[in-house]
């Protein structure tokens, strides 16, 4: 992959949240819709990219984060909590480096583990099974990780809410799950129908 492709993919996320971010404002639903899914198209390729067959690496003290110099998956795990998960989510964008970063908390005590992560001024936090050996976690859990934090946010969603209310609640926590393909199809769904009830 040509790092003048990996570019073009981050420079077409940051386009894509401030026209999200300017449409929601002016409650331009159509463009809302639009921008939505221009969003999660440069995200999806860009953590396709990051999907790339290297195990699982494991980030427990900022210097690690700070050594990271290629995509690829990462779990920020104790000392460490879900702020600087986001702070390397952040740092890694900055760089363009392709990367996907979930952060666990201590094993509960019926031995689950907590995952979380930041939205925009929000907390999302869900417990799922521990890795098979937690000083290895696979691919696989991690991804079903990620899933389950998108899965969480949309059983959450209060569907007797109004609609604007519902779509900002989705806006506000898809960056705690920017690949859960499903946040997006409910925002969109969200910003048609507000749309249809306009004409």
Known sequence: MTSKKIDAWFKKEAV????????RSSESWGKLAVSL????????????????GKRVQIIDSIELGDEIDGGGRYLVRPPL????????????????????VVCREPSTDL???????????VVVRVQIKEPENPER????????????????????LNT????????????????????HAGLYRAAIKLCQTLQSNCV
Request: glycine share 10%; net charge negative; charged share 20%.
């Open 137 to 156: 976690p696979t691919c696989a859990w991690f991804d079903h990780a990620i899933e389950e934090l998108g899965n969480h946010v949309l059983n959450k």
């Open 37 to 52: 899914e221009e969003l999660y198209e440069a995200r999806k390729s860009m953590y396709e990219a990051a999907k790339n």
């Open 16 to 23: 894509s949240v401030g026209e999200v971010d300017q449409a």
């Open 160 to 179: 007797e809410s109004r609609h604007s209310r519902q779509l900002d609640y989705l806006l506000a926590h898809i960056p705690a799950a920017p690949t």
């Open 111 to 121: 031995g689950l583990c907590p995952i979380v992560a930041l939205g925009s001024g």
């Open 81 to 100: 909590v879900g702020r600087d998960a986001g702070i390397l989510a952040g740092a890694l964008r900055a760089k363009s480096i392709s990367g996907v």
